[in-house]
């Protein structure tokens, strides 16, 4: 009558091998789907909008023509999105918006590559330097990105006046 008992040794062993590789696995899907299951809402520093629209454009807005662009050479739109000396341009997707301040919003308005660049040769600057603001949503495109940063070098605007953001704009 010989009865095999399970060692102590032998079960221990697999026991620990076992927690390893569920150690190792939850350490890989972290890794992969990213660290922290947090909501996203944290402090943050950055003046954040209390709402932000990249509606079609309402009352106020004029598409620059020449007509309207004799007078100074800006659009009302243009002359609010220059009113800081610094121009904001948020990249979504392939697509450049311009960022015009307002009282309770921020408003986000579509405008063409060319013409952000002669708006940024205007923008006079803040007292570090800055006169263009990067920011960028999550599906801004980095082709679209390096394209605004060779245009603006290109119309002479330096990369030490250029700010990036470092948070995405939602």
């Known amino acids: 009558m010989n009865s095999k008992r399970p060692r102590i040794i032998k079960t221990t062993a697999r026991a620990a091998t076992g927690g390893v590789i569920v150690v190792a696995a939850l350490l890989v899907l972290m890794f992969f ?3 922290g299951s947090g ?3 944290g402090d943050s520093s950055n003046r954040s909008p209390s709402m932000v629209t990249t509606d079609a454009p309402t009352d106020g807005f004029e598409e620059p023509t020449e007509a309207k662009l004799a007078d100074g050479g800006l659009t009302a739109d243009e002359q609010k999105a220059l009113s800081d000396q610094v121009l904001s341009i948020l990249i979504d997707e392939h697509d450049y ?9 921020t ?10 660049v002669e708006l940024a040769r205007q923008a006079e600057g803040d007292s ?11 599906s801004a495109r980095p082709s679209a990105e390096e394209k605004l940063k060779l245009a603006l070098a290109n119309a002479g605007v330096d990369v ?5 953001q470092s948070e995405f704009i939602p």
Do not use: F, H, S
């Open 160 to 164: 030490d006046a250029l700010y990036q």
């Open 107 to 116: 408003i986000y308005r579509p405008a063409e590559i060319e013409r952000l």
């Open 128 to 138: 570090n330097g800055i006169r263009v603001r990067i920011l960028q949503r999550e």
């Open 33 to 35: 789907r990213g660290a």
């Open 97 to 105: 918006l311009m960022e015009i301040p307002d009282d309770d919003t």
């Open 39 to 41: 909501t996203g809402d």
